[in-house]
């Protein structure tokens, strides 16, 4: 089988225009970075200097994990059945366009602004610290692999995600309730993090590295998965 | 076009066998079989919930038929050629399920790289000027009205310059000023050679645009062009006027040549069941003038498509209340 690179493209800036133009999305994407930038940013500036080698323990950085782990899902929840209340699936499905096509255009319009957002938000924080936290407190957050992890587990999450959201969004029936469901599905992997950052689950380099293999594999399987999953006939007819 | 290519070209556009859709214990359709020649235009008749979109939707290989078989666009229809059908057809739905929020030429310029057509602008530019919207490329579809939105989906279905045509009531909803302009546009696509399976409430519409029409009713009840149905289903006839009522009209109309028999219309209006028109106009003229009668008119009864049409979902109804 081969993928049409044209068509796989058509898709993915179509979704783009799509989403720039909807407020609601527009809204959703700038409520979930907040939420997890603004309680590592009081954290960081309420914190004196002498409480700063405290920070080298505590995986603050981690919290932000939680962005590509929900913004795309919340996306990719709507990317089915948003068009199929819109009436515009059958259209789509009438051309030559395979479902990996399909499926591939509408996970890549999810997972690129989403990486996009996580990491310009991450280094929004970054230069918040870097330039108005107290002396100290820079140097003990900012740390190898704590940014290593951020930017390899972002795009490893969000692909997951992603996935995860265009599954549920082909077997639901409402755009609410798929963008609910997505973002609960999205939960572990930010509950896997949380767990991290409060030191319950003590994080290693060996632990980092099966959790991003695991999720590697997982993002693999996802694209096969949810074209498998995907039945064209079902989504124009609605029958179960 | 592609299917013309490498000489692969079969007789008819659309061949359909003993096609048969069902849903769990619904069915959508059954053991539907027709044929279409390139560059006809078949019109798709039958009342709601007969399974008209359903067998676009089979043909369109957007839903795969429970049995029977068909060949669409000279190519056999099976899971592994949908994509080879799909390139050589195009599906215009009852909604035109445009992106509301891009403006007509981004819908386009989606769907012509959906369908890898070369030269994409030039192909925009000329189904936009096929649907007279030329001028309004950069109008967001939202603010379009309804009939501009059909004419959108309309352009959307020509980019590919398909083989086949499936439009699914393309004049639903519309004004008779935007149906007139869709039957322009049918007429003309007709004339460039596209085959065109046209599913249809407006009998009318299938009368004047179809050069042959089905009607299905989950099954297809026939099939044929409209005048050949209204010979099947409806006896030749005459209706006679007159200024006054005939005093006998049993002495003149008795016995004429080709007329199988007659009866009062109305007050002044008699109806004769004939065999050849031809032969028992004139006679009925002579009889009625040797008659003494005031003739207003003698004409032949036409039954239209509509009539033939209630007919046999009448034929329908009645056999399913037994």
Known sequence: MSISTRRVRAIFRKELREYRRNKSIVTGMAIFPLIFLIQPLVVVFVLPTSAAGQLAHEHLLLYMLGIPALVPAMLAAYSVVGERQQGTLEPVLGTPIRREELLLGKALASFVPSVAVAYAVYAFFLACVELFAHPGVAPALLQGPYIAAQLIFTPLLAAWSVWLGIAISARSSDVRVAQQLGVLASLPPVLVTSLIAFNAIHATPGLALGLAAALLVLDGLGWRLTSAAFNRERLITGTR | ?322
């Open chain 2, 1 to 322: 076009m592609d299917s013309q290519e490498g000489g692969q070209r079969s007789a008819a556009a659309l061949h359909v066998h003993g096609l048969t859709k069902r849903f769990g214990t619904r069915v959508a359709f059954e053991d539907v079989s027709f044929e279409i020649g390139y560059g006809e235009v078949f019109g798709f008749l039958g009342p709601n919930g007969a399974g008209k979109t359903t067998t676009v939707r089979t043909l369109g290989t957007l839903i795969a038929p429970t049995s029977g078989s068909a060949t669409v666009a000279g190519i056999p229809l099976t899971p592994e050629n949908g994509v080879e059908i799909r390139r050589r057809i195009s599906i215009m739905p009852e909604s035109p399920g445009l992106y509301l929020r891009l403006s007509v030429a981004e819908n386009l310029q989606c769907f012509a790289d959906l369908y890898e057509v070369p030269d994409p602008g030039d192909r925009i530019e000329r189904a936009l000027r096929a649907v007279s919207l030329a001028g309004r490329a950069h109008d967001a579809c939202g603010a379009l009205s309804k009939g501009l939105r059909q004419r959108v989906a309309l352009a959307r279905a020509l980019l590919s310059d398909p083989d086949v045509l499936f439009l699914d009531e393309p004049t639903s909803g519309l004004d008779p000023v935007a149906a007139r302009d869709v039957h322009e546009l049918i007429d003309t696509l007709r004339r460039s050679g596209v085959t065109i399976f046209l599913t249809t409430h407006r009998l009318e519409e299938a009368e004047r645009l179809c050069d042959r029409v089905a009607i299905l009713n989950t099954t297809l009840r026939t099939i044929g062009r409209p005048d050949e149905l209204r010979d099947r289903l409806f006896a030749r006839a005459l209706t006679v006027r007159t200024l006054a009522p005939l005093p006998d009209p049993g002495s003149v109309f008795g016995g004429l040549a080709a007329v199988d028999g007659w009866h009062q219309d109305g007050p002044a209006s008699y109806l004769l069941a004939v065999s050849d028109s031809t032969i028992a106009a004139p006679a009925a003229t002579r009889a009625l003038v040797a008659a003494g009668a005031g003739v207003l008119s003698i004409g032949e009864s036409r039954h239209s498509l509509e009539d033939v049409y209630l007919e046999l979902i009448n034929q329908d109804t009645e056999a399913s209340r037994r």
